[in-house]
């Protein structure tokens, strides 16, 4: 493409144009807050990408290297070459590797509309300029001050011409070209490094420490000789009384013409610190994946007749956290973490009562019906996009407010992003292999830099380092005017870091616990849930011979897989569930009794079998295998839920493998026979027994003290306690009472579930806009040259109208437009209207009008087309078209 055909762009919105349909929909789908909502034309959408709010959001999306490239073009020359940029980026000595990555660099940042401009005049925009360019109050990330030009502007011209003949120029007649003088001495290498040659030995020490930063600071009203050798020939300049800086072109020198002390073309390798066979992969992440769902029904098992209630500034008390904690045998953060995923996949939520309470959702019981594989699908599809992260809860927010699990602030944006990332650089390994954490880290700074609180990148530099003490040449010297905004500004983005690399390691460990990866490594079904290609698992063939040589297996390299829209990530979760399925054992119909009155279940059981046994028995320990301890309050409680003595052997000889042993069947016999022998019922209560002997006993008994008991008749003891008390209190001194109706039955107790009405799962935040698909990106880009190709028509020049300016509308009467309308479908030609649609949002237009009638006009509308017909009320003016 010749510049003969093109000329320079002269603005942004010049380059805008310019550019064919692929970048500008690349522009809008990596930068999706341009299109929200859609910009009448090249030109807004050029004042749009140059606002402060959608510049920081593009600098935050950038790598290590391109903000570097952007950074150094914030101190170059604006405009500035492609020659000057390499200069700043890769040194005298043009390092190889930034040379061979700044093409690349410079392309994402065109791409980003970030920068504009042939080879030979590179901008960058406004905005990023004054974010990244260095100041006093906002230092810049390169270390670099500014420039002679720019730390003189304020300097008296007698004193710039002193600088000059000290540093050996001959005198000006004004103080620009003195200045221009100045600044050609300082970016001449040879004669820079003559002049330097010269400086005593403690002031080029000085200007050592300055160098990378921070450029500024303090000296005393009367300078040691070492700085006012280097003040007088211009080497540091005054910016303020008792302060100078380290202008940009000196430090340039010092650094053999780079503008960062470690450019960082190259991303930080993520490399396995450990090999595992995938198969123990897999199987090691189908493990976790079991005990993962066996956690979670654990967990909506113990909320299922009412769980914990809720804060009244919403979410879960720590005294309800640590008690869950307990009940799932796991430390409190990994609770939080199992509650917030059921949360999250929309099988918890409060009952919204006047007690509000959690309760497990409708959607539990459907999930429940689901096969194993699905439901881990459910679980990990869940996770992967949320906002919610669990890793925060027991901290603070902004307004030193605790964080609850299950409570408002705990949505971080960047999660989802992050997880998909992490995974994404654990399928770029080799299958199996696990990398070191920190090589993780390492690498997800690289792609998202230090940012500060206004999304701008910080300095390489803090205050109080050797290098101000050394410009000071005191003890007890201040830092200078910026630099305490500077320590804000870093420990504001170390804040940023901190958030962005816990969320990295949590990803690592709740992949672990899910069983998304196995032994660190990514599993097969992990890499479906992410929509990574399957691994090829081919036996790789060993060499015969010392001449052999066997092809190269290079493992895929961690280019960023894309997050999946919505219908994507459901079918990757489907695919992954398909991967899981064969690797979950299956459920079985069978336990083995064992003589100690336990029963040991060997796998999962199915789901029948499970719910009975959860009642006849107390889990006793979980693992590979659960066992379960049978004991007379287990008993009983079968026998208070409705089943006979005879229903619990029969239930026990189908499902045992083993025959019955005797301990388990004397144990039932025994506490059904006593079962029901006594019967409670509501008075306030009473107790019932046919033997008033056994009466006799409990009213002996100091115990019962408590109940308040006395003899109504031979056989009725009557009670001030509630029924429900007299029951535990009788259980506690080791009868076995029935609780009976005001008829007189017993009355069977079953748990009654608790749900709450139907709910939706929490809807993740989202960090910005949404990614505009395809569809939408193709309609945004047509109306937009719609509309440019409407705002940027030549137009006859009106002697009714004054000229309009840029972007406005035409305005004319209603009669001028009927004329003009109807002039026009005799002459054939095109005409530019404004037009307001419904919805009152304003256009402009290239029409060709075919009929006008009824109020209203059909026109062939050139910029989207097609034909169309409009309401001559909604159109604001009308102007003719130049011929040309």
């Given amino acids: 493409m010749s510049t003969e055909d093109h000329p320079a762009p002269r603005s942004l919105a010049e380059a805008l144009r310019a550019r064919d349909d692929a970048s500008l929909a690349a522009l809008l789908r990596s930068r999706p807050d341009l299109i929200t909502p859609v910009p009448t034309d090249l030109t807004q959408l050029a004042t749009r990408a140059g606002t402060r709010a959608s510049v920081v959001r593009a600098l935050e999306r950038l790598d290590r290297f391109a903000l570097q490239t952007a950074e150094a073009l914030a101190v170059a020359g604006d405009p500035a070459s492609y020659d000057e940029l390499l200069g700043l980026m890769a040194g005298d000595a043009r390092d190889p590797d930034v040379s061979a990555a700044l093409p690349a660099a410079l392309a994402a940042l065109r791409e980003q509309a970030l920068v504009w ?71 001449h290498r040879r004669r820079m490094k003559k002049l330097l040659s010269e400086a005593p030995a403690e002031s080029f020490d000085v200007l050592e420490r300055l160098v990378w930063g921070p450029p500024y600071g303090q000296v005393t009203h009367d300078p040691a000789p070492r700085l006012r050798w280097l003040l007088d020939r211009g080497l540091l300049l005054p910016t303020a009384p008792g302060t100078v800086v380290l202008p940009r072109e000196v430090a340039l020198h010092l650094r053999a013409g780079r503008a960062h002390r470690t450019p960082e073309p190259l991303p930080p390798a993520v490399e396995p610190a ?68 059921a949360y999250a996949a929309g099988l918890i939520a409060s009952d919204g009562e006047a007690d509000e309470r959690y309760a497990p959702t409708p959607a539990y019981d459907e999930w429940l019906e689901r096969p194993a594989a699905e439901r881990w699908a ?9 906002t919610r992260t669990s890793g925060v809860v027991g901290g603070r927010d902004a307004k030193e407010r605790a964080l609850s699990a299950l409570g408002p602030g705990l949505d971080r944006s960047a999660a989802p992003e992050v997880r998909h990332r992490v995974l994404a650089l654990l399928a770029g390994l080799p299958e199996g292999a696990a990398p070191d954490a920190e090589a993780v880290l390492a690498r997800l700074r690289w792609e998202r830099p230090l940012r500060g609180p206004q999304g701008t990148p910080t300095a390489q530099s803090t205050p109080g380092t050797p290098g101000t003490q050394a410009a000071h040449g005191t003890h007890g010297a201040q830092n200078p005017p910026g630099t305490t905004q500077a320590s804000q500004i870093s420990q504001a983005s170390q804040g940023a870091d901190d958030l962005r690399s816990r969320l990295a390691r949590w990803t690592l460990t709740e992949a672990e616990l899910l069983g998304v990866t196995g032994r660190g490594a990514l599993s097969a079904q992990g890499r479906a849930l992410i929509g990574a290609p399957a691994a090829d698992r081919r036996p790789r063939r060993e060499p015969e011979g010392p001449g052999d040589k066997l092809p190269v297996h290079h493992h895929r390299t961690s280019a960023p897989l894309a997050p999946l829209s919505p219908p994507e990530q459901a079918a990757a ?103 029901g022998h006594l019967r409670v019922g509501a008075a306030s209560s009473y107790v019932r027994c046919d033997d008033d002997t056994v009466l006799n006993e409990i009213l002996a008994d100091k115990r019962a003290g408590a109940l308040r008991l006395r003899r109504l008749a031979p056989t009725v003891l009557a009670a001030q306690a509630d ?102 479908v005799l002459t054939g030609e095109a005409l530019w209207i404004g037009y307001v649609n419904a919805e009152g949002a304003a256009s402009q237009r290239v029409v060709a009008p075919v009929r006008v009638e009824g109020g209203f006009v059909t026109a062939y509308d050139h910029t989207a087309d097609e034909v169309r017909t409009y309401p001559l009320h909604r159109i604001t003016g009308v102007a003719e078209l130049a011929d040309d």
């Fill in 117 to 187: 401009g042939a080879d030979d005049r590179l901008r960058l925009v406004r905005t990023a300029r004054e974010l990244l360019a260095p100041s006093p109050q906002h230092p810049s990330p390169t270390g670099l001050g500014p420039s002679v030009r720019e730390a003189t502007a304020g300097m008296s011209p007698g004193r710039i011409q002193e600088i000059v003949a000290t540093a050996g120029l001959p005198s000006t007649h004004d103080s620009v070209s003195a200045v221009e003088a100045l600044t050609s001495l300082f970016t």
């Fill in 274 to 341: 450990a090999t595992h066979p995938p198969q123990v992969v897999d199987a090691t992440a189908a493990g976790q994946a079991y005990t993962a769902l066996a956690t979670v029904e654990e967990l909506l098992k113990e909320w299922d007749e009412g769980g914990p209630a809720v804060l009244r500034a919403g979410g879960l008390s720590v005294r309800d956290l640590k008690r869950t904690a307990v009940a799932l045998d796991l430390p409190e953060p990994v609770a939080a973490f199992w509650v917030e995923l």
């Fill in 378 to 386: 459910h679980l990990a599809e869940a996770w992967l996009t949320a």
């Fill in 573 to 675: 979760a489907a695919a992954a569930a398909r991967l899981l399925a064969p690797l979950l054992p299956e459920p079985l119909d069978h336990v083995l009794l064992q003589a100690d009155l336990t029963a040991v279940a060997p796998g999962p059981l199915r789901r029948p079998l499970a719910d009975v046994l959860d009642v006849l028995a107390d889990v006793e320990s979980k693992g590979g295998a659960t066992v379960y301890r049978f004991t007379p309050g287990s008993v009983r409680r079968a026998l208070d839920a409705g089943r006979s003595a005879s229903d619990l052997h029969a239930f026990l000889a189908e499902h045992s493998r083993t025959p019955v042993p005797q301990p388990l069947a004397y144990l039932i016999d025994d506490v059904a026979r006593r079962h």
């Fill in 723 to 824: 029924p429900g008390t007299l029951l535990e209190g009788l259980r506690a001194m080791g009868y076995a009472p029935a609780a009976e109706s005001a008829e007189g039955d017993v009355l069977i107790t079953r748990a009654h579930a608790h749900r709450t009405p139907p709910r939706t799962a929490p809807e993740p935040v989202p960090d910005g806009p949404p990614v505009p698909d395809a569809t939408l990106l193709t309609a945004a880009v047509r109306a937009i040259r719609a509309g440019d190709l409407a705002s940027t028509a030549p137009r006859k020049p009106s002697q009714s109208t004054a000229p309009l300016a840029p972007g406005e509308l035409p305005r004319t009467s209603s009669a001028e437009t009927l004329a003009t309308m109807q002039a026009a």
